[in-house]
C-alpha cells in the first residue's frame, strides 16, 4: 500500500490541473505511510483550493467538514484495481465556512449537505461518486450554481432536495430508487432554475389506489428533458403524485417493465418505449462494471434528445464513466509488481499502466 500510495501521487502529479496546488495523502490502510489517515486532519491542514486524495480503503474515513475551497478526489465509485474498494465516507457537510467552487469527486457517499445559512457555499462540483442523498439550502443566496453529474444514486429515500437553492444542474446521473413505496420521491423542490437532463432514473415503486406514484415532490417549473426513466413496479400507470407544478417534461423516454404508462405531458416525449441499451437488462444493479448505457442503433432513443443527439448519460453535458473515475485525473488500469520481496537499496521492479481521463 505505501508503494501503491506514493505511485499514485506520482501520477496524480502528472496531470497539469494540479501543479500549482498542494496535494495531501489520505490513507487509513493498515501499515499506510501516507501523511494523514483522517481525512479532516488534511482538510484543517490545506490551504484554499488544494487537492485532497483519500486512498481505496475498507475503512470508512467518517464525515467532512468543508471549511475552505478544496479538491477531495477518490479513486472512483468502482474502480478496476484495488479489488474494487473504494474511498467511503459518511457525510460531507458544507456548515463550517465558505467552501464556493469546492469539488468532490470519485467516492461513496452517503449524504452531502449544503444547507448551511451562514456561509457561502456556491459553484460546488459533484461529479462520478456513489451517493444516497443531496441536501439544498432553505436560502437563495447561499449554495447556488452546483454541478451534480455523473453520480450513481441509490437510495430508499430521496436522492436530491434542492430546497431553495438557485441554478441547479443535475446531469448525466444514474438514480436507483429502491422502495415500493408510492409516496418516496426521489426529487424534491426542484426549481424552475433547475436542469434535469440526461439522466437514467429507475424506480422500483408500486402505484397506490390511482395506480400513481411520486417522483417528483414540490417541483416548480423544472426543465426536464434527454432523460430515461424506467419503472419496474405494480399497478402503474403515471408518476403524477406530489404538490408540483408547470414541470416542463421535453425528449424524455418513459418504459416500465410491467405496466402501460400513461404519456407524459410536454412535447417530443416518448413514452411506453424500451430504450434499448448496449448491454442493460431493466430491473438489475445500476452499478455493474459490465453494463454499457450507450444506445443501440436503430433505438427510437438515438438522436431524439432536444440537441439531436441520443437521450441519456452518454451526451449532454458531462462524459459519464460507469465506474465514476474522476475527469481530472488519470486512472490506473494494470499495476504488477515483479519482484515484491526485496531488500533494502534493492530496486523494485513494476509495471505501471494508466489511462489518461480528460474532459475535452
Excluded at 94 to 122: C, K, M, P, Q, V
Excluded at 142 to 166: E, H, L, M, R
Excluded at 239 to 244: A, E, K, R
Excluded at 282 to 296: M, R, V, Y
Aim: glycine fraction near 6%.
Amino acid at each position: 500500500m505505501k508503494n501503491i500510495y506514493f505511485l499514485l501521487l506520482l501520477l496524480t502529479c502528472s496531470s497539469s490541473l494540479i501543479i500549482a496546488q498542494t496535494v495531501h495523502i489520505v490513507d487509513n490502510n493498515q501499515g499506510s505511510a501516507a501523511p494523514y489517515t483522517n481525512v479532516q486532519d488534511a482538510v484543517d491542514a490545506a490551504a484554499d483550493n488544494d487537492i485532497i486524495y483519500i486512498q481505496p480503503s475498507p475503512n470508512s474515513y467518517g464525515s467532512i467538514q468543508m471549511t475552505k475551497p478544496l479538491k477531495i478526489y477518490g479513486l472512483g465509485y468502482k474502480p478496476e484495481l484495488n479489488s474494487g474498494q473504494r474511498a467511503s465516507v459518511s457525510n460531507v457537510a458544507f456548515r463550517h465556512g465558505n467552501a464556493s467552487g469546492s469539488e468532490i469527486s470519485g467516492l461513496n457517499i452517503t449524504e452531502i449537505y449544503l444547507d448551511n445559512t451562514t456561509f457561502e457555499n456556491h459553484d460546488v462540483l459533484i461529479t462520478n461518486n456513489r451517493i444516497r442523498t443531496i441536501f439544498g439550502n432553505s436560502s437563495t443566496s447561499n449554495a447556488n450554481n452546483v454541478i451534480i453529474a455523473g453520480n450513481v444514486f441509490i437510495t430508499w429515500s430521496f436522492s436530491i432536495d434542492n430546497n431553495n437553492s438557485q441554478n441547479w444542474i443535475i446531469s448525466n446521473n444514474l438514480f436507483a430508487k429502491q422502495t415500493t413505496s408510492s409516496t418516496s420521491y426521489i426529487f424534491s423542490r426542484l426549481k424552475n432554475s433547475t436542469i434535469l437532463s440526461n439522466n437514467i432514473i429507475w424506480s422500483t415503486q408500486n402505484g397506490d389506489t390511482n395506480q400513481s406514484i411520486s417522483v417528483f415532490n414540490a417541483c416548480n417549473g423544472t426543465q426536464i428533458s434527454n432523460n430515461i426513466f424506467l419503472f419496474t413496479g405494480t399497478n402503474l400507470v403515471n408518476m403524477n403524485l406530489g404538490s408540483n407544478s408547470a414541470l416542463s417534461y421535453q425528449n424524455n423516454l418513459t418504459y416500465s417493465l410491467n405496466t402501460t404508462l400513461d404519456a407524459l405531458s410536454g412535447s417530443n416525449n416518448i413514452d411506453n418505449t424500451d430504450p434499448q441499451f448496449v448491454a442493460y437488462t431493466i430491473g438489475s444493479s445500476l452499478e455493474s462494471a459490465s453494463n454499457d448505457f450507450n444506445i443501440q442503433t436503430s433505438s427510437p432513443a438515438e438522436n431524439a434528445g432536444t440537441d439531436g443527439n441520443n437521450l441519456g448519460v452518454y451526451n449532454g453535458l458531462f462524459p459519464f464513466s460507469q465506474r465514476g473515475y474522476p475527469t481530472e485525473l488519470p486512472y490506473l488500469t494494470d499495476f504488477v509488481i515483479f519482484n515484491n520481496i526485496i531488500s533494502p537499496g534493492e530496486t523494485l521492479d513494476i509495471n505501471i499502466k494508466a489511462n489518461a481521463n480528460i474532459n475535452d
